[in-house]
């Protein structure tokens, strides 16, 4: 199995560019997550899903988009990068809420 | 709103220490906390604790859960250089549809 994998492993955008990053499971969970991790800040949760087909808005969900289109696959969208989405993009999943298994993450500098 | 503090943001110790990390939360509705470790990359599953005054044990490293203060500490005994890293405590509200509130983590270097 290979867990959880996120594409790409690093990414520079210009401003006002959009870009999607790719998370997939191959463990069958049914939760998947998108957090950011800036120094000092720890992880922020910005969007999350509970299944295929549904999501919801966590902790910093402004400027990104999500969709769960199938189980095991979570995207999340930059319509319209900006600097201060600079940040590294982790990707997790669970069959419920506890016990996160994490993606290797996605370092995005955005100029 | 539901939060979870961890203190200190950051330690420094020589090999050999024993360092205690604090976790404290408050939550509506409290479910399970998890204690996780973040070298380099992405973070990684330590531990979970349901049940007050039941200390979980892997190795050098222990943690327990106290639900009436409403906090855990991670223990971690002789420490390697190893064991520097970004210790992250998260808590699982009792409520469906509803993701982990992680802290903002603390960050332990040990000195050879």
């Known amino acids: 199995n290979a867990g959880v994998t996120q594409t790409p492993k690093f990414r520079v955008l210009k401003t006002g560019q959009s870009m999607t990053l790719l998370c997939a499971q191959d463990?069958?969970?049914?939760?998947m997550y998108w957090y950011r991790q800036d120094p000092g800040m720890g992880l922020r949760l910005i969007h999350y899903s509970v299944g295929e087909g549904t999501t919801a808005k966590g902790e910093v969900p402004d400027g990104y988009n999500v969709s769960r289109l199938k189980k095991q696959n979570f995207l999340l969208g930059l319509e319209s990068a900006a600097p201060s989405q600079t940040s590294v993009y982790f990707c997790a999943s669970s069959l419920i809420q506890n016990e996160q298994f994490f993606g290797p993450g996605t370092r995005l500098t955005v100029l | 709103e539901d939060k979870v503090v961890q203190s200190p943001l950051s330690l420094v110790v020589h090999e050999g220490d024993t360092v205690t990390l604090n976790c404290s939360y408050e939550v509506t509705n409290f479910r399970s906390l998890l204690w996780y470790k973040q070298e380099k990359k992405a973070p990684t599953f330590l531990f979970m604790l349901?049940?007050?005054?039941i200390e979980k044990k892997s190795g050098r490293l222990s943690s327990i859960l106290d639900k009436k203060e409403l906090f855990s500490i991670l223990n971690i005994t002789a420490t390697q250089t190893g064991d520097s890293a970004v210790y992250l405590c998260a808590v699982e509200p009792n409520q469906a549809g509803t993701a982990l509130i992680f802290g903002k983590g603390t960050t332990l270097s040990v000195s050879s």
């Open positions: 463990m069958n969970h049914e939760y």
């Open positions: 349901t049940s007050s005054g």
